[in-house]
């Protein structure tokens, strides 16, 4: 296969994984949106994480900035796939080469990677001389709606992008279940941005609720502006005592409560 071969195989497979990756993203912000920001609207309003209603710029500004990250993940992808048709990542194409066992493992590594991957890059660009030029975009939104979950500047865009390059070359992983670890990241970082909480009030006291994030503890963050800079897991976040000290309180109120409990 020649350069030219490479690139057209490339170019496409990129514009493939942008229309999935906007599908996707528009179904699960949208479908979340739909249910918490119009159907359930007043059912849910003691569910808000934060008091006010976000309004029409807010959204328009998040979707727009969503698409332009998008695009950014589609370059991303461009470059990382001209790797694979050299031979430089760790994708595979047949089902038993590394066995079917391995197929959820490589899957759960993917994950833990990320995890780790957002937590120590989502805490550096809350540096002074870094967040300004890479996460002061994401963070316009004080009051996130599921469609803030790719609301990202250029920069940003390219570092939340690094996992994936990351990921396959350092994993053997299935071209199948890095697309379902891709679906997984975009619904759980929509969920996270969610702005209402879904869980229990007694869900904190569970080992659950110790390991797994709730949309109030990004919510937190995006009030805060530091802490609670976790993504799937809190265990980085309890590790490094960067849980911000009201999480518990204001989870409790938003999933149902004390509504005196200070905010």
Same mark, same amino acid.
């Given at each position: 296969?020649?350069?030219?071969?490479r690139?057209?195989?490339?170019f496409?497979?990129?514009?493939?994984?942008?229309?999935?990756?906007a599908?996707?993203?528009?179904?699960?912000?949208?479908?979340?949106?739909?249910?918490?920001?119009?159907?359930?609207?007043?059912?849910?309003?003691?569910?808000?994480?934060?008091p006010?209603?976000?309004?029409?710029p807010?959204?328009?500004?998040?979707?727009?900035?969503?698409?332009?990250?998008?695009?950014?993940?589609?370059?991303?992808?461009f470059?990382?796939l001209?790797?694979?048709?050299?031979g430089?990542?760790?994708?595979?194409?047949?089902?038993?080469?590394?066995?079917?066992w391995?197929?959820?493992?490589?899957?759960? $590594?993917?994950?833990?990677?990320?995890?780790a991957?957002?937590?120590? &890059? %989502?805490?550096?660009? /809350? =540096?002074? +001389?870094?967040?300004?030029?890479?996460?002061?975009?994401?963070h316009?939104?004080?009051?996130?709606?599921?469609w803030?979950?790719y609301?990202?500047g250029?920069?940003?865009?390219?570092?939340?992008?690094?996992?994936?390059?990351?990921?396959?070359?350092?994993?053997?992983?299935?071209?199948?279940?890095?697309?379902?670890?891709?679906?997984w990241?975009?619904?759980?970082?929509?969920f996270?941005?969610?702005?209402?909480?879904?869980y229990?009030?007694?869900? $904190?006291r569970?080992?659950?609720?110790?390991?797994?994030?709730?949309? &109030? %503890?990004?919510?937190? /963050? =995006?009030? +805060?502006f530091?802490g609670?800079?976790?993504?799937?897991?809190?265990?980085?976040?309890?590790?490094?005592?960067?849980?911000l000290?009201?999480?518990?309180?204001?989870?409790?109120k938003?999933?149902?409560?004390?509504?005196?409990?200070?905010?």
């Amino acid at each position: 296969m020649d350069l030219t071969q490479r690139l057209e195989r490339a170019f496409a497979g990129a514009a493939g994984e942008m229309v999935t990756t906007a599908v996707l993203y528009v179904a699960a912000a949208g479908l979340l949106w739909f249910t918490f920001y119009v159907l359930l609207r007043r059912r849910l309003v003691h569910r808000k994480v934060g008091p006010e209603a976000p309004d029409r710029p807010q959204v328009r500004r998040e979707v727009l900035h969503s698409l332009r990250s998008i695009l950014v993940f589609a370059a991303v992808t461009f470059v990382v796939l001209i790797a694979a048709g050299y031979g430089l990542t760790r994708l595979y194409g047949r089902f038993d080469k590394h066995g079917w066992w391995w197929l959820p493992v490589s899957f759960a $590594l993917a994950v833990l990677m990320h995890d780790a991957y957002f937590y120590w &890059t %989502h805490r550096l660009m /809350h =540096h002074p +001389r870094v967040f300004r030029r890479l996460h002061r975009t994401h963070h316009l939104s004080i009051n996130p709606t599921p469609w803030a979950a790719y609301a990202f500047g250029v920069g940003e865009a390219v570092v939340q992008a690094g996992i994936g390059p990351l990921v396959v070359c350092l994993i053997p992983m299935h071209g199948l279940v890095f697309l379902a670890f891709m679906t997984w990241q975009i619904v759980w970082n929509v969920f996270g941005h969610l702005g209402y909480e879904v869980y229990p009030r007694w869900f $904190l006291r569970t080992w659950a609720g110790r390991l797994v994030n709730t949309p &109030t %503890h990004h919510a937190l /963050h =995006h009030e +805060r502006f530091r802490g609670n800079y976790g993504l799937y897991f809190n265990v980085w976040d309890r590790l490094m005592g960067t849980n911000l000290p009201e999480y518990p309180a204001r989870f409790e109120k938003a999933a149902g409560g004390s509504k005196t409990l200070a905010a």
